[in-house]
């Protein structure tokens, strides 16, 4: 059994609200409320990227042993910091993780985080008694005043990946598939994403029915097999949508339970936003997290992973004996409520910044609003450096 033995995230501690937000705009706040299902976007200040919201989010749940037994460092990102250097290299420095580990990123849009942990899945499987280290962290930009302004976000997931799992044991079938699509994407030359946000939603409710149907016939589960179903959510209204018409054939039962289980999937990202890579995996410790008296040990969960471009992937699991005891469900909750409303104006400075490009040494902070462990000090020669608070 090889699996998901420690899962956190991490979420910036500024946001702004969507109800506030829309008002500004001269938007029907039901639109973003209820049209689009969004509460709260976290807003990362300079201070917080993709290096350290990861290490943010990796390092409660490792210990000693851990760090001595990590071989593989995964990080799978679609805002990475250097187009060579990648950011698991300095996450790996900044958990202290012992050196004969490597370190890689992945990338293929909102997927990478799933092909870590696959390969993950793999690695341990080749060598018994290791551990590999899945994250996924991004900040998810379209720009000010863009329709797709609502579903930005910003944040990151760690999965400890290992023999003997304590949360969620994966199974071996899985299917993916690819299609070379433009519903998404960003050029290197441009910090926002340029989404065909009416594609993407076809694009994604496509992929989750063609995987589905070759899902099913390969592995002769059907809905009523499933505890629920956890959906990579660029706003929570996305896995619905490709969700319901497949539903339409089931009883009343199996439809509510899925549908229950989906909605309570959906409360961390409804108040934090899209995250990208690690979007699924809040998904599911939204849902595992929740009180969610309904789900027990030997429960299989579905997984549906999307990336634009595109690749998708649906994969399942099964709940480990005892499960609900090595959550970090009272940390999530704490982090979420101790964050600090932004108003439009510090919103929009935040979102205005940009890094200096100079040659020269250049300290950051954002004091007033950063408090998080890791954060980024200073560029100094191009070279971004890290600090770690007392
Ligand atoms: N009250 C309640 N609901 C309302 C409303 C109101 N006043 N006004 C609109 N709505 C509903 C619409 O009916 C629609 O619902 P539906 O999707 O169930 O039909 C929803 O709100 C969105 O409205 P729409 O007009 O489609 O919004 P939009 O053109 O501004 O675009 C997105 C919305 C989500 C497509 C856009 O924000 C986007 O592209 N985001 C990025 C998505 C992404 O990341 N995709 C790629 C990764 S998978």
Same mark, same amino acid.
């Given at each position: 059994m090889? +699996? ?11 946001y ?5 937000? $829309?008002k500004?705009?001269g938007?029907?706040?039901?639109k973003?409320t ?16 993709t ?5 943010n =989010?990796?390092f ?13 460092? !995964?990080? +799978? ?7 060579s250097?990648?950011a ?7 958990l202290?993780?012992?050196?004969? $580990?490597?370190?890689i990123e992945?990338?293929q849009a909102?997927?990478?985080a ?10 341990i ?5 290791r *551990? $590999? ?13 863009t329709? +797709?302004? !609502? ?9 400890? !990946?290992?023999e003997n799992?304590?949360i969620?044991?994966?199974?071996d ?6 299609e070379?699509i ?15 946000g ?14 589905w ?6 592995t002769e ?9 956890c959906?990579?959510?660029? @706003?929570?209204?996305m896995g619905?949508?490709a ?5 339409e ?12 289980? @989906? ?7 409804r108040?934090i936003?899209?995250?990208?890579t690690?979007?699924? @995996?809040?998904?599911l ?10 789900l ?12 634009s471009?595109? !690749? ?5 699991g099964?709940?480990? *004996? ?5 959550l ?11 964050? @600090? =409303? ?11 910044k940009?890094?200096?490009?100079e040659?020269?040494?250049h300290p950051?902070?954002e004091a ?10 200073s560029i100094t ?5 890290y600090?770690?608070?007392?």
């Amino acid at each position: 059994m090889i +699996g998901i033995d420690k899962i956190n995230f991490f979420t910036p501690n500024t946001y702004i609200d969507l109800v506030t937000l $829309a008002k500004h705009r001269g938007i029907d706040p039901d639109k973003f409320t209820i049209g689009i299902g969004q509460a709260k976007m976290a807003v990362p200040t300079i201070t917080q990227d993709t290096v350290s919201m990861g290490a943010n =989010a990796a390092f409660p749940i490792l210990d000693k042993e851990d760090l001595n037994k990590i071989d593989l460092v !995964v990080v +799978g990102t679609e805002t990475g910091i250097d187009e060579s250097k990648s950011a698991a290299s300095f996450i790996h420095q900044l958990l202290n993780i012992h050196p004969f $580990a490597k370190a890689i990123e992945i990338k293929q849009a909102c997927y990478g985080a799933t092909a870590g942990l696959m390969m993950a899945q793999d690695f341990i499987k080749a060598h018994p008694g290791r *551990k $590999a280290l899945v994250i996924g962290s991004d900040i998810s930009r379209y720009g000010l005043k863009t329709s +797709g302004e !609502v579903t930005q976000g910003a944040g990151a997931i760690a999965m400890l !990946v290992s023999e003997n799992p304590r949360i969620l044991a994966l199974e071996d079938t899985s299917v993916s598939m690819t299609e070379s699509i433009f519903d998404f994407w960003r050029p290197n030359y441009s910090d926002t994403a340029i989404v065909d946000g009416k594609f993407s939603n076809e694009a994604y409710i496509n992929f989750f029915k063609t995987i589905w149907h070759e899902f099913s016939k390969q592995t002769e589960l059907s809905f009523e097999d499933f505890k629920a179903f956890c959906f990579h959510l660029p @706003y929570t209204k996305m896995g619905k949508k490709a969700l319901l018409p497949l539903l339409e054939n089931e009883s009343d039962e199996i439809k509510e339970l899925i549908l229950h289980h @989906y909605n309570l999937s959906t409360t961390y990202t409804r108040d934090i936003g899209n995250i990208y890579t690690g979007s699924l @995996y809040l998904s599911l410790m939204s849902l595992l997290d929740s009180d969610a008296h309904s789900l027990k040990d030997n429960d299989l969960i579905g997984l549906f992973s999307y990336g634009s471009g595109a !690749v998708g992937e649906l994969f399942y699991g099964r709940l480990v *004996k005892g499960f609900e005891n090595h959550l970090l469900k009272k940390e999530h909750q704490t982090s979420l409520e101790n964050r @600090y =409303a932004l108003s439009i104006d510090e919103y929009e400075t935040i979102f205005n910044k940009v890094l200096p490009k100079e040659d020269g040494i250049h300290p950051l902070s954002e004091a007033k609003f950063d408090n998080s462990l890791f954060y980024l000090s200073s560029i100094t020669n191009h070279q971004r450096h890290y600090s770690k608070r007392q």
